[in-house]
């Protein structure tokens, strides 16, 4: 078992940065990837960016690429995700996920979730 502990969301005004944590604890050893998702009002969840646990490999939404940065501290088994020039449409309820598996961008292949935290950009 793994539990994932999210913070840092909240509102800022857009063009505005924030950095979300997550926490892991648990079976974190052999994790694969740690992903950020989102989900908006009315829309599914999205992914949004994944690094390896153990790697230096880091992927990223269209999206978010060149304003998002996804990093992790393994001694702290704590994954971030740096969001900067934000834009209201980045307004969504934010999860951090845990996989065993090597498909990094699919919400339905990630093993363990955390309860999420939410992150408001107004214009």
């Known amino acids: 078992q793994v539990q994932l502990v999210e913070s840092g969301g909240g509102l800022v005004q857009a063009g505005g940065s924030l950095r979300l944590s997550c926490v892991a604890s648990?079976?974190?050893?052999?994790?694969?990837?740690m992903g950020w998702f989102r989900r908006a009002p009315g829309k599914e969840r999205e992914f949004v960016a994944a690094?390896?646990?153990?790697?230096?490999?880091?992927y990223y939404a269209d999206s978010v690429k060149g304003r998002f940065t996804i990093s992790r501290d393994n001694a702290k088994n704590t994954v971030y995700l740096q969001m900067n020039s934000l834009k209201p449409e980045d307004t969504a309820d934010y999860y951090c996920?845990?996989?065993?598996?090597?498909?990094?961008?699919?919400?339905?292949?990630?093993?363990?979730w955390g309860q999420g935290t939410q992150v408001t950009a107004s214009s």
């Open positions: 648990g079976r974190t050893f052999s994790m694969y990837y």
């Open positions: 996920a845990a996989t065993y598996s090597t498909d990094y961008d699919n919400p339905r292949g990630y093993n363990y």
């Open positions: 690094i390896r646990w153990r790697g230096t490999s880091t």
